[in-house]
């Protein structure tokens, strides 16, 4: 049973770099062009429609107080 704990120690330590040492294994695999897919045609009318709609709200509030605010105008 000694000998399970002692074995899976080392070979956690194997896996471990030494202090300062480069490791490939600290960062996840990733490449360009997954992070680019997001910027695909679909997502980005989606993010035009969302900001036009933050407009028209925007908009659509100051209009209203404006009109409704008394001495504004």
Known sequence: MAND???QSEDHTDSVPDP???SNQE???TSFSREDDRWDLKNQLRDWL???AMMV???T???IV???EPGIR
């Open 27 to 29: 960062h996840p695999h």
């Open 57 to 59: 709200i925007y908009l």
């Open 5 to 7: 704990v002692d074995q």
């Open 50 to 52: 969302i900001l036009l």
């Open 66 to 68: 404006y009109f409704f």
């Open 61 to 63: 509030w100051t209009g």
């Open 20 to 22: 300062g040492a480069p």
